[in-house]
Each structure stands twice: as C-alpha cells, then as structure tokens.
C-alpha cells in the first residue's frame, strides 16, 4: 500500500503543468482589501536568534485577533477572484496563515511583498489539511491573489495567523566569514564541478514550529521511486505533520557571485508544504515528500548507505545563518553519540568552512564516481565552533543506520510480514489492560519482533490521568526505545535501561492521553524477538531525602520513596537524652496523600557482631507524613503515647539532586541518595543523602547492649576521580525527642567511615566506632517495583 501511494503521486508530480502563469496577476485592476493590520510588536527582536535546539529562529508566528474572512469575490473569465492585503508592521518579511473551510476545490494563490517586486505562487488544497501558510514575501505587507474556477462559501478562506520576519534573507550576508560560497573556486576543479552540481540539491526551508519560524538546510535526494521529489533533513527541524505541512523551499539560492554576497536573481521558492513519510529522532534524520514538483533544474542526489569510515574526506553544502549556499570540507573522525540520541553519530572536523545555526538539517557528501553522494544529515556542532575554531567537532545522523528505516517508504520492498506499525498512522491495535483502552497496571507483550532490518515497531497506549509509565524490553535483541506523544514527537529516547546489557527501557512521568513506545535495533541491520513491559504507576513526586527541621538542629528523618510506600528512619532522642532510631517500614499512601504506618523501636546484636542475629522488634507508635510540596512536609508520630508534631524540609548542604523514578536496576548511577543495607543482615541499614560530591550518611544500629544507636557522617568527601566518599562520623546526645523549646545537641567524634561504591547498586561500607572496625558489603534496599533515581 505503500508504494503504490507513493508511485501514484509520483505520477501526479510528473504530470504536473502549471495552469496559469505563476509570475503575473490575474486581475491585478482589482483592488485589494486590507484585512489585517498588525501593528509593530511592543518588543520586536531586531534578528534572528538560536533556540535551545540549535535551530535558527527567524520570525513569530502573531495570532489575528479577530476573523478576517476572505469574502469579496469578483467574477473574472474563468472563475472569481479575491485580492486581500495583510500587514504587519516593522515586518522583514511575511508569511499568513490561510484556515481553510469549506472551499469548492484546489484554489490558486499568488503572492507579493509590499516592494511590488517578485509574485510567488501555489495551490491551495484542502485535501492536505485545513490550514496552509502562503509563500514568504520581503516586507511588512504582503498582497494575496486567490482565484477559484466555482464560487467560494462564506468562510471559506480566512486569515489566522502572520509569520513575522525579524529577518530578511535578502539582507546582506550573515553567515561567517570564514563560510564559503558555492560561487566561490575551491582551486580543485574537479571539486568546483562537483558542488556546481550538488548545490542544485540543496535547499534552504522555511518551516514554523510552535509559535516561531526557522530555517534549516534540506536535499532532494534520489530514490527507485523517481520522480518523486523526497526531501531529507533533520529531525530537530521537521518531526511532524503540523511543521512539514508549512514548509517553503528556496532553490538555487545563492549569491551573484564569488565577490558579491548579494542573492542571485533566479532562485525560486516552492511554497504549499510537504509530506512527512518518515522521521527518526534517534537517527535525527526526517524524509519528506515535496507537494509539488521540483523547479526545473533542480538535480536529485545520489545517496549510498554504506558505513563511512574514520579518516574520510567529506564535503557539506548548506546555508549556515540561512544565507546563500556555503561549501566546507573536512575529515570524519571518531564516532561520537550526543547526550539524548541513543545512536552514534558521524563526527567531523572541518578544514575548510564551517557549519552554523541554518545548517542544520545539510548533508555529508562524499565523493564516489565522479559525484558527491549524500551519507549523513548534520545534526549538530560543537557550541564554540567558529572561525577561530572552526576543526571542532560536527555530529551527522548516520544514513546507513536511517536508510533501512526509511528504504520501504522510498521504493525499497518489505520482505515477510511486519507485526507492528512503523510510524503512528499505522498503528491499529492499542496495548490495553483494561475495556477502557487505559494502561493500568503492568502489560507483558511477548515474542515481538524487529522483522527486517530498519524496522520500528510502534505501541500505542492511554493513561487515564498523571501516571508515571515505565516502559521496558526483555530479550537478547540490543533494542533502542523511544517514548512519543500523540502527535510523534519524541519525548525521550534510551538505548540501555540504566544498566550495561541490551535490553532498553525509560520511566517518566506523563499526563493524561494517548502515548507510543517505539523499539528498534541498536543494529541497523539486526533482526530478531524481543518482549516489551509496560506499566503505569500514580504516584506523587519522589520523597526521598534527608528531612529536618532548620531551627532543631541535631535530629532528622530519613525518607526513601519506592512506589506508593514509604520506609521513614526517625533519628532523635530518648527522654534521657541517649540516642534512639525509631522506624515506620511501611507507610502506605492513603486517600488524602499522606503516608500513615505502624512506627517500630527495635533491638538487635551488637553493631560488629559476626554473625548476625535476629532483631526484637517493638511497635511503640503510628507515623504519618504529609506533604503540602515537593520541598515541605508535615510529620505527626507518637512515640510511647506521646505525639509530636514537626513541619520539615529537605536539608540543603548543596545543591539538592533531582529524585526521579525508575523501574530499572540502577548499576550505572552516579548519585547514591537512597537507603543500604545488606540483605543477609536485616535490621540495619545506612541512610545516605548525595549532594554534589557530598554524602551525608546516618548508620542506625546496635550499640555493646543491643540498644539502638546512630552514628552521622555529615561530610563524606568524594575522593577526586573515584566512586569513594570518606569522613568522620561523631555520635550524639541531645534533648528528648518531645523537648519544646528545642536545646542544644552535644556531638563526639566517634571513628570513621568509608563508601566504596562498585557500581550504582553496590558497594563496601567500612567504619570504625571506638577503635573497631566492621566492613560490611551493601546495596539499595528496594521494596517496590518503582525505585528511586536520583541525578546530581
């Protein structure tokens, strides 16, 4: 089914004859009626600037605030005409948006700026969406020419929107200086042919995203499907229907010549959108369809899938800054992988040019036959790439890792069935664990399969309110797995779930509504079976911290959050002043938020002894937390019938780490917040808050009598390149855990203790109390299916 939509439009394409003369007016004695003004934005950006993306912002998308209908149609021979005049003031440049209702067909529209020079044109077509953004124009106003061959209904064509231009890309050149034009000789005439000939391949798009315009670079590329136009660019600049449907494409833009950087005459704009086929944000590659054919003389380019090898020379054609079309050159080096891609990437040093925000989106050619051929889509640059540093590194999308994702969509046939959709429109079954299509609780899928090589399998799912998903695979298959929203776009992407083995997986915390997990190989070759998890928890945020009252200093609680269960290690004093641990093991959530348990007092061996025995317990309490914010809480506890009530707050001695969720083992964390123990020793364990390189740790224990004891080591200092955190832990005595006012603790140094962590679950515990020493071996402790994760 695929190909055969795809080869019927790349019949229609090849068949396509403009129907009128796109340079001139139709009825250009009719005059045209203002139907938006916008005056000049109270604070309006004078240019372009670089979003948090790295995409190049060009303009805001400014909402008309009130309906301007197109109505005033006029018969001419043929059909009706209407002529409308949008404004908007200190404008470099214009783009409207048309909502389109209910029209009687494809309409024709012309555009021109207010400078009365070019006249650019396209079709309206409500087949492809209710929404289409004319051509860009130069200036503050742009005339609309729209005809139709049937009278149109009232509300059929209004204005919704004016893309604003802080730029002009008329304007003199913005790229750096150190870019290079393609007017301009490399010396190797040889080269100076080959890139006469690619930069007929690349465009510069206009595109809007949110509530802004951009620019990225793109390439028509060559396919067994010719001739039909597909486009490839970066995911980070198209990854949905809503942002392709709004392209607009210039061609040849280049400068006059070497010496002069003003923009050649004969570029051509090619505005009506295009069609997203396919997009990977692991790969950061998108496939578009163009709606309409290519100018004449543009030239598709050759693409070649096959890996590209460290030390090859490599050519870009873009347009950096969103100027005219720029040259470099360079070497591929090692293969890098950025901080959110799963994927390595192809990363480049540049000897001549460089890259920049407009690039973005460009191809790695190479050369091969006596051609350039595309291998990659540039993805991203080193933040300081300059002129002065211009050999730093660049990051291109591998295409061989995104050709078999996209080769069924470009003329290539699936071998075999495929037991899963590749991209959200081909998902039909829905993951559901109850009538309601809701994810509740946890859903086991097993035998899935990556089919073929590139292929994606997509899981639709719904969550009934905010619910933390976990989504996981099991198998011996290396899966990548991707979360995305209802409309495609990725929300987060993970190649191992926390954890050195193949297997992925992601926890996050989601609103309501429809979600996709998408699982592929790591190889973009590798087939084979897999089981995918899903699970949906409705849990609070994530409590686990060391809690305090500020003004009583000397006693704290220490909270580790797992799932709907809370395990709270109260460290205060006995009526004596002794110290004394008491602890509530289970404090369940209950309807009103709180976390209400049975507090417990226990008895146990001697802190050393070896081998460890049994604990008496003793409930001496309830214990119940509840928290008006993520930062504050209330805690109410009776101890030996006698309540206390203290407003907390997490104790702050660095900046505090981000306490996440997770359904995963943790082996390759680097921050340790959480509650320790050894398994084969219950009834002790460590609390440890991590703050920067900092560990606070509280050690409940036993002391010589088998009474409990606690020690603190309030500043474990991270020895510098290691996974060890060391310092002294004091013992203390303090006024009963009821005292009002709160007096004075008095601390005494008692020994010293040691973390050394193995990995993010494991590790060796060794102190010293009074001159003896115990090493015991620890890990997490978990008592829930969703853990802890916290991040520095």
């Keep these: 089914m695929i190909l055969k939509h795809l080869a019927l439009t790349a019949a229609a394409l090849a068949a396509t004859v403009p129907a009128f003369s796109q340079d001139v007016f139709r009825a250009p004695k009719i005059a045209p009626v203002e139907v938006v003004r916008l005056e000049a934005p109270a604070q309006k950006s004078a240019t372009a600037t670089v979003d948090a993306s790295g995409l190049l912002r060009v303009g805001d998308v400014r909402a008309v605030p009130k309906s301007a209908v197109v109505a005033a149609w006029t ?3 043929g059909g009706y005409v209407a002529r409308v005049s949008v404004v908007s003031e200190s404008a470099q440049g214009i783009r409207a948006r048309l909502d389109l209702g209910a029209m009687p067909g494809s309409m024709q529209l012309r555009a021109q700026g207010g400078d009365g020079a070019r006249i650019e044109a396209m079709t309206l077509d409500p087949a492809l969406g209710p929404e289409a953004w004319t051509p860009w124009t130069e200036g503050e106003e742009q005339l609309i020419e729209l005809f139709s061959t049937v009278l149109p209904s009232d509300n059929a064509v209004r ?9 002009s890309p008329m304007a003199k050149a913005a790229a750096a200086s150190c870019t290079l034009s393609t007017t301009c000789s490399s010396d190797d005439p040889t080269l100076d042919a080959l890139i006469a000939e690619r930069k007929k391949s690349v465009m510069r798009i206009t595109f809007v995203r949110g509530g802004s315009g951009f620019v990225c670079s793109a390439t028509l590329i060559d396919t067994p ?3 039909a136009p597909f486009v490839l660019t970066a995911n980070h600049c198209i990854d949905d229907a809503a942002s392709s449907n709004t392209v607009s494409s210039f061609w040849f833009y280049e400068a006059t010549a070497c010496a002069d950087p003003a923009v050649a005459p004969g570029f051509v704009q090619r505005a009506g959108g295009m069609q997203l086929v396919f997009t990977s944000y692991n790969i950061d590659s998108t496939l578009l369809l163009m709606g309409t054919a290519p100018p004449a003389g543009a030239i598709r380019s050759p693409i070649d899938s096959a890996r590209v090898g460290q030390g090859t020379a490599m050519v870009s054609i873009s347009h950096p800054r969103g100027d005219t079309s720029r040259w470099g050159t360079g070497v591929t080096g090692q293969d890098f992988r950025d901080n959110e891609r799963p994927y390595d990437m192809y990363s480049v040093n540049f000897g001549r040019g460089i890259i920049e925000p407009g690039s973005s989106g460009s191809g790695l050619f190479t050369i091969a036959g006596g051609r350039l051929e595309l ?16 050999s730093l590194f660049t990051l291109y999308g591998r295409l061989e890792a995104f050709f078999p994702q996209m080769a069924p969509y470009i003329g290539f046939p699936v071998v075999g069935a495929d037991d899963a959709g590749n991209r959200p429109q081909e998902v039909t079954a829905t993951v559901s664990a109850s009538p309601i299509d809701t994810l509740a609780g946890e859903v086991v899928l097993t035998n899935r399969r990556i089919d073929y090589a590139g292929d994606v399998d997509l899981f639709k799912f719904t969550v009934a309110g905010r619910s933390v998903v976990s989504a996981y695979t099991q198998g011996a298959q290396d899966t990548v797995g991707t979360l995305y929203d209802a409309q495609g776009h990725a929300l ?4 191992d779930a926390q954890r050195e083995d193949t297997n992925t997986g992601l926890t996050r915390e989601l609103e309501a509504g429809t979600y996709f997990f998408g699982v592929s190989h790591w190889n973009p070759q590798g087939i084979g079976t897999y089981d995918v998890h899903l699970r949906a928890d409705h849990v609070d945020d994530n409590y686990t911290s ?3 009252d500020a003004a009583e200093s000397g006693w704290g609680i220490n909270i580790n959050h797992q799932g709907n269960i809370v395990f709270a290690t109260l460290f205060t004093y006995n009526p004596n002043g002794t110290p004394v641990w008491l602890v509530m093991s289970e404090g369940r959530r209950q309807v009103d938020g709180s976390y209400l348990g049975a507090l417990f007092r226990t008895t146990g061996p001697a802190f050393n002894a070896n081998p460890w025995r049994a604990v008496s317990v003793q409930q001496v309490g309830t214990m119940r937390l509840s928290f ?4 504050a809480g209330v805690l109410t506890y009776t101890f030996n019938n006698v309540q206390v009530v203290k407003n907390i707050t997490r104790q702050e001695f660095k900046p505090l780490p981000e306490c996440k969720w997770s359904a995963y083992d943790r082996s390759w964390a680097t921050n340790f917040q959480d509650l320790w123990w050894n398994p084969a020793e219950s009834g002790w364990g460590v609390n440890v808050a991590h703050q920067e390189d900092t560990l606070f740790a509280t050690l409940f224990t036993y002391n010589a009598q088998g009474q409990p004891m606690w020690l603190v080591m309030p500043d474990g200092a991270r020895t510098p390149g290691s996974r060890t955190y060391g310092g002294p832990i004091y013992r203390t005595t303090g006024p009963a855990f009821n005292a009002a006012p709160w007096t004075p603790i008095n601390a005494t140094a008692a020994g010293t203790m040691t973390f050394n962590f193995t990995d993010g679950n494991a590790g060796t515990l060794t102190y010293s109390v009074d001159g003896v020493q115990v090493t015991k071996q620890i890990q997490r402790q978990v008592f829930q299916a969703l853990k802890t994760q916290c991040e520095s």
Excluded: N
């Design 492 to 495: 987060e992407s993970v190649d």
């Design 225 to 227: 499907l010719r001739p």
């Design 546 to 548: 060391l809690w305090w």
């Design 159 to 167: 204005v919704g929107a004016v893309l604003h231009f802080v730029d």
């Design 628 to 631: 008006p914010s993520a930062q």
């Design 375 to 390: 291998r990659g889509i540039l993805s991203q640059g080193a933040l300081d790439l300059s002129c002065t540093q211009p």
């Design 75 to 77: 018969p001419v021979a």
